[in-house]
Protein backbone atom coordinates (compact mmCIF):
# COMPACT_ATOMS: atom_id res chain seq x y z
CA UNK A 1 0.00 0.00 0.00
CA UNK A 2 1.55 3.09 -0.57
CA UNK A 3 1.67 5.74 2.01
CA UNK A 4 -0.77 8.39 0.73
CA UNK A 5 -3.27 5.82 -0.22
CA UNK A 6 -4.96 6.15 3.47
CA UNK A 7 -4.37 9.82 3.17
CA UNK A 8 -6.41 10.37 0.74
CA UNK A 9 -9.08 8.02 2.20
CA UNK A 10 -8.87 10.03 5.81
CA UNK A 11 -8.75 6.77 7.26
CA UNK A 12 -7.34 7.90 10.17
CA UNK A 13 -6.01 4.18 12.04
CA UNK A 14 -4.26 3.31 8.12
CA UNK A 15 -2.45 6.44 8.32
CA UNK A 16 -1.15 5.61 11.25
CA UNK A 17 -0.50 2.42 10.39
CA UNK A 18 1.03 3.40 7.31
CA UNK A 19 3.31 5.41 9.03
CA UNK A 20 4.33 2.98 11.03
CA UNK A 21 5.28 0.92 8.58
CA UNK A 22 7.09 3.71 6.93
CA UNK A 23 9.24 4.30 9.58
CA UNK A 24 10.74 0.54 9.46
CA UNK A 25 12.29 1.30 6.83
CA UNK A 26 12.73 5.67 6.70
CA UNK A 27 13.65 7.81 9.23
CA UNK A 28 11.89 10.67 10.88
CA UNK A 29 12.76 13.34 8.21
CA UNK A 30 12.01 11.44 5.16
CA UNK A 31 8.72 11.15 7.15
CA UNK A 32 8.29 14.91 7.35
CA UNK A 33 9.40 15.36 3.81
CA UNK A 34 6.71 13.02 3.03
CA UNK A 35 3.93 14.39 5.03
CA UNK A 36 5.22 18.02 4.35
CA UNK A 37 5.19 17.15 0.80
CA UNK A 38 1.13 15.51 0.95
CA UNK A 39 0.32 19.05 2.58
CA UNK A 40 2.07 20.83 -0.24
CA UNK A 41 0.00 18.56 -2.60
CA UNK A 42 -3.40 19.23 -1.01
CA UNK A 43 -3.02 22.88 -0.11
CA UNK A 44 -6.59 24.86 -1.11
CA UNK A 45 -6.40 28.61 0.17
CA UNK A 46 -9.15 27.24 3.04
CA UNK A 47 -8.64 27.52 6.61
CA UNK A 48 -7.76 24.22 7.36
CA UNK A 49 -5.79 23.53 4.23
CA UNK A 50 -3.46 25.86 4.85
CA UNK A 51 -3.14 25.94 8.89
CA UNK A 52 -2.30 22.33 8.11
CA UNK A 53 0.51 23.68 5.64
CA UNK A 54 1.74 25.81 8.26
CA UNK A 55 1.45 23.32 10.91
CA UNK A 56 4.34 20.36 9.14
CA UNK A 57 6.53 23.62 9.30
CA UNK A 58 6.19 24.49 12.65
CA UNK A 59 6.35 20.80 13.22
CA UNK A 60 9.80 20.75 11.61
CA UNK A 61 11.04 24.02 13.95
CA UNK A 62 10.13 22.12 16.84
CA UNK A 63 11.92 18.50 15.92
CA UNK A 64 14.64 19.29 18.65
CA UNK A 65 12.12 19.87 21.31
CA UNK A 66 10.31 16.78 20.91
CA UNK A 67 12.95 14.59 20.12
CA UNK A 68 11.75 11.07 20.42
CA UNK A 69 8.62 12.19 20.64
CA UNK A 70 8.69 14.01 16.45
CA UNK A 71 7.07 10.99 15.15
CA UNK A 72 3.69 11.38 17.10
CA UNK A 73 3.63 14.91 16.24
CA UNK A 74 4.37 14.17 12.42
CA UNK A 75 0.88 11.59 12.74
CA UNK A 76 -1.11 14.52 13.97
CA UNK A 77 0.14 16.68 10.96
CA UNK A 78 -0.54 13.95 8.63
CA UNK A 79 -3.82 13.14 10.00
CA UNK A 80 -5.08 17.03 10.01
CA UNK A 81 -3.54 17.70 5.86
CA UNK A 82 -5.42 14.40 4.97
CA UNK A 83 -8.83 16.08 6.53
CA UNK A 84 -8.34 19.38 5.31
CA UNK A 85 -7.96 17.99 1.51
CA UNK A 86 -10.36 19.05 -0.88
CA UNK A 87 -11.16 15.90 -3.06
CA UNK A 88 -9.25 16.23 -6.44
CA UNK A 89 -10.10 14.04 -9.28
CA UNK A 90 -6.64 13.81 -10.60
CA UNK A 91 -3.21 14.46 -9.11
CA UNK A 92 -2.21 18.30 -9.28
CA UNK A 93 -0.20 19.10 -11.64
CA UNK A 94 3.50 20.10 -10.24
CA UNK A 95 5.58 21.53 -13.05
CA UNK A 96 5.43 24.73 -14.23
CA UNK A 97 3.18 25.91 -17.45
CA UNK A 98 4.74 26.14 -20.59
CA UNK A 99 4.53 30.13 -21.23
CA UNK A 100 4.10 32.19 -24.66
CA UNK A 101 7.41 34.36 -25.75
CA UNK A 102 5.54 37.51 -24.43
CA UNK A 103 4.54 36.63 -20.60
CA UNK A 104 5.21 39.25 -18.62
CA UNK A 105 7.13 38.93 -15.54
CA UNK A 106 6.76 42.22 -13.84
CA UNK A 107 5.54 42.89 -10.19
CA UNK A 108 2.46 44.58 -11.75
CA UNK A 109 2.17 41.35 -13.46
CA UNK A 110 1.20 39.49 -10.13
CA UNK A 111 -1.16 42.28 -8.80
CA UNK A 112 -3.00 42.27 -12.12
CA UNK A 113 -3.17 38.40 -11.48
CA UNK A 114 -4.46 39.13 -7.89
CA UNK A 115 -6.65 42.16 -8.75
CA UNK A 116 -8.76 39.69 -11.31
CA UNK A 117 -8.50 36.54 -8.91
CA UNK A 118 -6.65 34.85 -11.62
CA UNK A 119 -4.61 31.88 -10.27
CA UNK A 120 -3.43 30.74 -13.23
CA UNK A 121 -2.36 33.78 -14.57
CA UNK A 122 -0.53 33.72 -11.28
CA UNK A 123 1.42 30.35 -11.81
CA UNK A 124 2.48 31.50 -15.30
CA UNK A 125 4.02 34.90 -13.45
CA UNK A 126 5.60 32.58 -11.06
CA UNK A 127 6.91 30.70 -13.82
CA UNK A 128 8.27 33.28 -15.58
CA UNK A 129 10.09 34.43 -12.47
CA UNK A 130 10.78 31.03 -10.66
CA UNK A 131 14.37 31.10 -11.52
CA UNK A 132 14.70 35.18 -11.07
CA UNK A 133 17.13 36.33 -7.87
CA UNK A 134 15.06 38.96 -7.01
CA UNK A 135 12.16 36.87 -6.88
CA UNK A 136 11.52 37.07 -3.07
CA UNK A 137 11.56 40.94 -3.11
CA UNK A 138 8.59 41.15 -5.80
CA UNK A 139 6.15 38.11 -4.40
CA UNK A 140 6.70 38.65 -0.61
CA UNK A 141 5.81 42.95 -1.52
CA UNK A 142 2.79 41.54 -3.44
CA UNK A 143 1.71 38.98 -0.23
CA UNK A 144 1.94 42.02 1.86
CA UNK A 145 -0.34 44.45 -0.16
CA UNK A 146 -3.16 43.81 1.94
CA UNK A 147 -3.75 42.12 5.25
CA UNK A 148 -7.44 40.23 4.41
CA UNK A 149 -7.79 37.41 6.43
CA UNK A 150 -5.65 37.87 9.47
CA UNK A 151 -2.52 38.40 7.20
CA UNK A 152 -2.13 34.76 5.72
CA UNK A 153 -1.28 35.95 2.11
CA UNK A 154 1.99 36.70 3.69
CA UNK A 155 1.98 34.26 6.33
CA UNK A 156 1.27 31.47 3.82
CA UNK A 157 3.62 32.86 1.63
CA UNK A 158 6.67 33.11 3.82
CA UNK A 159 5.74 29.22 5.07
CA UNK A 160 6.15 28.20 1.19
CA UNK A 161 9.06 29.98 1.04
CA UNK A 162 10.91 28.58 4.00
CA UNK A 163 9.25 24.65 3.27
CA UNK A 164 10.61 25.18 -0.52
CA UNK A 165 13.67 25.34 0.76
CA UNK A 166 13.81 22.84 3.37
CA UNK A 167 12.02 19.99 0.56
CA UNK A 168 14.36 20.89 -2.15
CA UNK A 169 14.51 22.05 -5.47
CA UNK A 170 12.32 19.01 -6.81
CA UNK A 171 8.96 20.75 -6.65
CA UNK A 172 9.85 23.83 -5.80
CA UNK A 173 7.47 25.21 -8.25
CA UNK A 174 4.51 23.83 -6.53
CA UNK A 175 5.54 24.60 -3.00
CA UNK A 176 5.96 28.03 -3.92
CA UNK A 177 2.48 28.33 -6.33
CA UNK A 178 0.98 27.93 -2.92
CA UNK A 179 2.10 31.50 -2.04
CA UNK A 180 0.33 32.70 -5.26
CA UNK A 181 -2.54 30.63 -5.52
CA UNK A 182 -3.55 32.43 -1.72
CA UNK A 183 -3.05 35.97 -3.10
CA UNK A 184 -5.41 35.61 -6.02
CA UNK A 185 -7.76 33.90 -3.55
CA UNK A 186 -9.58 36.57 -2.14
CA UNK A 187 -8.29 40.60 -1.93
CA UNK A 188 -8.68 43.37 0.68
CA UNK A 189 -8.07 46.76 0.47
CA UNK A 190 -4.56 48.26 -0.47
CA UNK A 191 -2.97 49.14 2.57
CA UNK A 192 -1.64 52.70 3.06
CA UNK A 193 1.42 52.97 5.25
CA UNK A 194 1.10 55.94 8.20
CA UNK A 195 4.84 56.25 8.89
CA UNK A 196 4.58 55.40 12.37
CA UNK A 197 5.65 51.80 12.65
CA UNK A 198 6.45 50.47 16.88
CA UNK A 199 10.30 49.19 16.64
CA UNK A 200 10.28 45.18 16.23
CA UNK A 201 10.45 44.61 20.22
CA UNK A 202 8.30 46.69 21.40
CA UNK A 203 5.77 45.55 19.57
CA UNK A 204 6.36 42.25 19.88
CA UNK A 205 6.29 42.05 23.19
CA UNK A 206 2.99 44.22 23.59
CA UNK A 207 1.36 41.68 20.76
CA UNK A 208 2.34 38.74 22.67
CA UNK A 209 0.52 40.75 25.97
CA UNK A 210 -2.11 40.92 24.20
CA UNK A 211 -2.49 37.27 22.50
CA UNK A 212 -5.05 35.39 23.84
CA UNK A 213 -7.46 34.00 20.80
CA UNK A 214 -7.18 33.25 17.40
CA UNK A 215 -7.05 36.44 15.82
CA UNK A 216 -4.66 38.23 18.09
CA UNK A 217 -2.21 35.14 17.96
CA UNK A 218 -2.40 36.07 14.24
CA UNK A 219 -0.63 39.43 14.61
CA UNK A 220 2.12 37.64 16.26
CA UNK A 221 2.35 35.10 13.78
CA UNK A 222 2.18 37.54 11.10
CA UNK A 223 4.86 39.97 12.82
CA UNK A 224 7.17 36.85 12.99
CA UNK A 225 6.31 35.81 9.45
CA UNK A 226 7.70 39.37 7.86
CA UNK A 227 11.21 38.82 5.97
CA UNK A 228 13.32 42.03 5.85
CA UNK A 229 12.26 43.05 2.62
CA UNK A 230 8.01 43.94 3.49
CA UNK A 231 8.94 43.89 7.89
CA UNK A 232 8.68 47.64 7.78
CA UNK A 233 5.37 47.63 6.50
CA UNK A 234 3.92 45.10 8.34
CA UNK A 235 5.22 46.74 12.27
CA UNK A 236 3.31 49.94 10.44
CA UNK A 237 0.23 47.81 9.75
CA UNK A 238 0.11 46.58 13.52
CA UNK A 239 1.30 49.22 15.07
CA UNK A 240 -2.48 50.43 13.82
CA UNK A 241 -3.95 47.63 16.47
CA UNK A 242 -2.20 49.63 19.52
CA UNK A 243 -2.24 46.66 21.20
CA UNK A 244 -2.33 46.61 24.97
CA UNK A 245 -1.75 43.25 27.66
CA UNK A 246 -2.54 42.52 31.39
CA UNK A 247 1.21 41.24 31.85
CA UNK A 248 2.34 37.34 31.89
CA UNK A 249 0.65 36.29 34.80
CA UNK A 250 0.64 32.27 36.15
CA UNK A 251 2.52 29.86 33.77
CA UNK A 252 1.13 26.44 34.83
CA UNK A 253 2.78 23.67 33.45
CA UNK A 254 2.59 22.73 29.68
CA UNK A 255 1.56 19.92 27.84
CA UNK A 256 4.06 18.69 24.21
CA UNK A 257 2.11 20.18 21.02
CA UNK A 258 0.71 16.82 20.31
CA UNK A 259 -3.03 17.32 19.52
CA UNK A 260 -5.68 17.37 16.99
CA UNK A 261 -4.18 20.14 15.56
CA UNK A 262 -7.60 21.38 13.71
CA UNK A 263 -8.92 22.20 17.02
CA UNK A 264 -6.99 25.83 17.06
CA UNK A 265 -5.62 25.61 13.54
CA UNK A 266 -2.55 24.35 14.76
CA UNK A 267 -1.91 27.85 16.58
CA UNK A 268 -0.34 25.94 19.69
CA UNK A 269 2.04 24.29 17.90
CA UNK A 270 2.61 27.37 16.01
CA UNK A 271 3.36 29.03 19.68
CA UNK A 272 6.24 26.71 20.28
CA UNK A 273 7.49 27.38 17.12
CA UNK A 274 7.99 30.51 17.72
CA UNK A 275 9.07 29.92 21.28
CA UNK A 276 7.70 32.80 23.33
CA UNK A 277 7.21 31.34 27.02
CA UNK A 278 3.76 34.16 27.13
CA UNK A 279 2.91 33.09 23.93
CA UNK A 280 2.61 29.63 24.36
CA UNK A 281 1.00 30.22 27.46
CA UNK A 282 -1.81 31.92 25.96
CA UNK A 283 -2.23 29.46 23.28
CA UNK A 284 -2.37 26.49 25.68
CA UNK A 285 -5.20 28.48 27.52
CA UNK A 286 -7.33 29.18 24.24
CA UNK A 287 -6.69 25.33 22.90
CA UNK A 288 -8.27 24.47 26.59
CA UNK A 289 -11.19 26.86 26.69
CA UNK A 290 -11.30 28.55 23.01
CA UNK A 291 -13.91 27.33 20.38
CA UNK A 292 -12.88 24.29 18.94
CA UNK A 293 -12.67 24.12 14.88
CA UNK A 294 -12.23 20.73 14.59
CA UNK A 295 -15.16 19.61 12.19
CA UNK A 296 -14.47 16.42 11.63
CA UNK A 297 -15.39 13.08 13.79
CA UNK A 298 -12.69 10.56 12.45
CA UNK A 299 -11.44 7.96 15.10
Not at 82 to 89: I, L, V
Not at 184 to 191: L, N, P, Q, T, V
Not at 283 to 298: C, I, V
Request: aromatic letters at 10%; charged letters at 30%; hydrophobic letters at 45%.
Amino acid sequence: MSLYDPFIERDVPGIRAAIAAFRREHSSHDLFLAVARFAVLAYAPSQHAKHALIACLSAYDVRDQLGDRWDELLVECAIYAAQSRQPWSEPPILDPPALESDQRGDIEELRAAVDTADRLRAERWLAKRIDDVDLAHDYFTVAADDFEDLGHKLIVANAAWRLAGILGEKGRFATLRIGVWEMAAYKGERYEERGDAMEREELLAKLVANASDIESMHRVFLLMAAPDVVEPRVRDYLTRSEPGGTGEGACPPLDTPIYPLAKDYGAYLKSWSIGIEQLKQAAKANLDEGPSFDEWSFA
